[in-house]
């Protein structure tokens, strides 16, 4: 296996520095947020594209890791539209965080598409939602809603038709507990709120046909007689691992042009997330990717600590509550990337066997993680400062019961077993069996090859970046929780095609095994001290106003949560940076050129999961 | 005889029809119809074949069921079914929203009769933790017939299982002799539910009176417009 050392400072001079000499550049163009708890620079948006190639090209902010808008009506005496881009440093370092403003109406910025191909989903998340339209972006379409639907959710007054009240807990249910169910009060007996005047007579749907504008549909039939095809993949395909649909130009078998087409799980996470207080956003977290909820749960933890930390009184995680949160993170890496290759070769023809020995293990992960949290697979766990339950002194696991036999065992001693023999013979195992393997070799090596420079521009994150030679993991760029008392290696590989990134998936097992060995030592040494450092119960702590965007390296790529506080106790802006989301916008540049076969590979190898895609 | 054997036999056996007592474990008098009820539906109960679709985080509980430690293949029905048209059961695994409740309805539309439909965890049974988002369903029965519901979030395997042997249960009381427990032995195909319309918002074509009427109150008298904003009854 190949691994880099990389050099990391996670001080906050480089940043200081690179403000200081935008302003030197740029002068009255850009100035420093000054609002209490933010940070990074608002730019004006005649100069926005200037001052981003400038950042990336002179400054080496080289790395677009999020973008999204914020809207703050009522917040400010402009009522203004805010778009927010996180850039990062791939040489570690917190990102540099930039802002460009526009009015509610007509909101209107320049497209950074051009700078950093990786904003385009971005962008057009930030359209249907917000309603900011990006002049220069080259497909400005909706992404998660469809074509004709009314409106931008997103912004602070549009209600939707089931609005009760802006914040939980809604008066008409708490603390009285009357319940009354939302269809009974509207007037279709469904979810549903139609603009005033709309009538159905005359109506065309629009949906269907903005899907398939710019494929060249019906048959082009050119000089050699060769024909294009429109092809719609998804949503209902037994690869696309859940809904998940893209629409393919062929020619003949050749992928001329490829359009992801997504949105079909689209929950509303965001919107939802604002009307919920701080906590009650945790076990939504769990449902966004619903393999890692441990992870995402320690992503939202992390970004909400940021936040607190801004305040005065408060007590960061104690040492045992990180060691808990690294052993569950990690343990939910091995489980993701042997269900992560198992659906690989299920997408290559392999059908459901290879799946079905990683569910073997990940059935004995599971068992751990229903007796430590109560749930499978929505743990719901984590907390501010800590976690919800310590470890138990024994495992009962439940679902062992279809054998009529309750397990039960001591918890270390199943950790120990778990960690030290079972499952290093599980990605020795997936090792012997596909590494070779014939069939694996010829169909992914050179196949989907997403070359360094191109994973960088399009904001690859995880081990598609990583597989394309960038050593840079968000665990030693930014360090968050004990890792930096850690020792694991970076893994890396070099070519960037669909074999380098099943590759470097069992190279990580390898080294979240290596840190879970370190970690069971620690866990024995706490055994007693506490698991959280707040008041026993008291969850929901009070979040000072300002910004925070907090980021963890989960099994896909980097998760981000950017939040926004107005010192209430719910979340002014919640947003989700998620990996499965972005990564996808280098899919059609992977896939441009390969059979039609290999697309479905290409996505396995990408490894997206439709809850966090779609949010 | 094995216990299995005589359970069968005595629930084929006619309760007017007495068997004398040393041959009720091999021997049961029955109705024409009884008895081929009961291969009829020992056959169709026994290879339920589902399709492989999965929405979201359900989904993969489901394949969690269908693998090794919990193994759906001892009621004879591992056989996923990429196809609708090879499918008997559809088992909506996750969130409904606005935009993919086009395609299930257009897929159980295609699916052969007699098709069954499972609704697993809250989301798809009615909107789940995600109920009041705005794109999404307040449940799969709004638009399709559901026969079984599975609560949970997600449901264990355990308690999919259990919801699969209570379709078994429905399967084993329909009667071809009653056209109103199997109609898909009627006259003519069966009827199709409407493809609802992403309009503003999602259209049920069902509704389209609906629409008229409001449409006419909201001329005649004002006030009564329902359509603009039903949460300003909800706050009343």
């Not at chain 1, 489980?335 to 004995?364: C, K, Q, W």
């Not at chain 2, 008098?29 to 492989?52: E, K, Q």
Request: glycine share 8%.
């Amino acid at each position: 296996m190949m691994t880099e050392q990389v050099q990391v400072s996670t001080s906050t001079a480089p940043l200081d520095e690179a403000v200081r000499r935008l302003e030197a550049h740029f002068g009255n163009a850009i100035r420093r947020d000054d609002r209490e708890g933010y940070t990074g620079v608002v730019v004006e948006p005649s100069h926005l594209v200037e001052v981003a190639k400038f950042v990336r090209d002179s400054l080496g902010f080289t790395y677009l890791a999020s973008a999204t808008a914020v809207d703050y009506l009522g917040k400010s005496e402009s009522d203004h539209l805010e778009m927010v881009y996180h850039v990062c440093d791939l040489r570690g370092g917190p990102p540099l965080t930039l802002k460009a403003q526009t009015p509610r109406d007509q909101a209107t910025l320049p497209s950074l598409v051009s700078v950093w191909p990786g904003a385009d989903f971005q962008e057009r998340e930030a359209w249907d939602l917000m309603g900011i339209r990006f002049e220069g972006h080259p497909n400005l379409k909706r992404i998660l809603m469809w074509e004709g639907f009314h409106g931008h959710p997103l912004r602070k007054d549009w209600k939707e038709a089931y609005y009760e009240q802006e914040h939980k807990p809604f008066d008409s249910r708490w603390p009285e507990g009357h319940v009354r169910r939302a269809e009974e009060l509207n007037p279709f007996g469904k979810n549903v709120r139609y603009p005033a005047g709309f009538s159905l007579d005359g109506y065309e749907e629009q949906a269907e046909r903005a899907i398939y504008e710019g494929a060249p549909l019906g048959v082009q039939v050119s000089d050699l007689a060769t024909e294009q095809v429109v092809v719609s993949l998804g949503p209902q395909h037994p690869s696309t691992h859940g809904v998940f649909r893209m629409v393919v130009t062929l020619d003949g078998e050749t992928i001329v042009r490829l359009e992801p087409v997504m949105g079909y799980l689209h929950r509303n996470h965001e919107k939802i997330g604002e009307r919920n207080t701080f906590l009650h956003n945790m076990p939504f977290t769990d449902r966004l990717d619903y393999f890692c909820s441990m992870s995402n749960n320690l992503g939202y933890a992390v970004a909400v600590e940021k936040l607190l930390a801004l305040g005065k009184r408060w007590d960061p995680p104690t040492y045992r509550a990180e060691a808990i949160r690294v052993l569950m993170v990690e343990l939910t890496r091995i489980l993701n990337h042997l269900v992560a290759i198992g659906f690989l070769l299920n997408d290559l023809g392999a059908y459901f066997t290879p799946l079905m020995y990683s569910i073997i293990e990940r059935e004995l992960i599971l068992d751990f993680f229903e007796a430590v949290s109560g749930s499978r697979m929505m743990c719901n766990y984590m907390r501010f400062g800590g976690v919800a339950y310590d470890l138990p002194e024994r495992l009962q696991s439940t679902a062992a019961l279809i054998n009529d036999r309750v397990r039960d065992f001591d918890t270390m001693h199943y950790l120990r077993a778990l960690i030290h023999d079972r499952l290093p013979r599980a990605v020795e195992q997936t090792n012997d069996l596909l590494t070779t393997n014939e069939i694996i070799t010829n169909r992914c090596i050179g196949v989907g090859v997403l070359t360094r420079e191109d994973a960088i521009a399009y904001s690859a994150a995880g081990p598609v970046l990583r597989a394309s030679g960038v050593p840079y993991d968000v665990r030693r760029a930014e360090p968050y929780s004990i890792y930096p008392d850690l020792e694991f290696d970076v893994a890396v590989r070099y070519h960037g095609d669909v074999y380098d990134r099943y590759l470097i998936r069992l190279d990580e097992m390898v080294q979240s095994l290596r840190i879970l060995k370190q970690i069971l030592p620690i866990l024995e040494e706490t055994k007693g001290q506490p698991f959280f450092s707040g008041k026993p119960g008291q969850y929901n702590p009070r979040v000072p106003a300002g910004e925070a965007y907090g980021r963890v390296e989960n099994p896909k790529g980097e998760l981000g949560f950017y939040l926004v506080s107005d010192g209430g106790q719910n979340p002014w802006r919640y947003h989700v940076r998620s990996p499965s989301f972005i990564n996808l916008t280098a899919l059609s540049q992977m896939c441009k050129g390969h059979k039609v076969a290999d697309v479905v590979a290409i996505l396995g190898s990408i490894d997206i999961v439709l809850g966090e895609v779609d949010r | 005889m094995t216990q299995a054997n005589e359970n069968f036999l005595s629930e084929l056996r006619h309760p007017d029809v007495p068997v004398p007592e040393g041959m009720q474990s091999s021997v049961a008098v029955t109705t024409f119809g009884r008895l081929i009820d009961s291969i009829y539906n020992w056959g169709r109960r026994n290879s339920i074949w589902p399709m492989a679709f999965g929405l979201a985080c359900c989904a993969i509980e489901m394949i969690a069921t269908a693998s090794s430690r919990f193994d759906q293949a001892r009621f004879g029905m591992e056989v996923l079914r990429a196809s609708p048209r090879q499918a008997d059961l559809m088992i909506v695994s996750g969130t409904v929203t606005k935009k993919m409740v086009v395609p299930i309805v257009r897929l159980y539309n295609q699916m052969a009769e007699p098709k069954y439909v499972l609704a697993m965890g809250a989301c798809a049974i009615g909107g789940g933790p995600f109920k009041e988002g705005y794109n999404v369903v307040s449940g799969i029965d709004k638009y399709i017939p559901v026969d079984v519901y599975v609560p949970g979030c997600p449901p264990t395997p355990q308690a999919l299982l259990y919801g699969l042997i209570m379709m078994q249960k429905k399967i084993d009381s329909q009667s071809l002799s009653n056209r109103d427990s199997t109609p898909w032995y009627g006259r003519g195909p069966s009827e199709e539910v409407p493809v609802p319309i992403l309009g503003p918002d999602i259209i049920d074509p069902r509704q389209a009176h609906l629409f008229r009427r409001l449409a006419a109150e909201a001329q005649t008298g004002p006030g009564a417009d329902g359509r603009e904003d039903a949460s300003a009854q909800a706050r009343r």
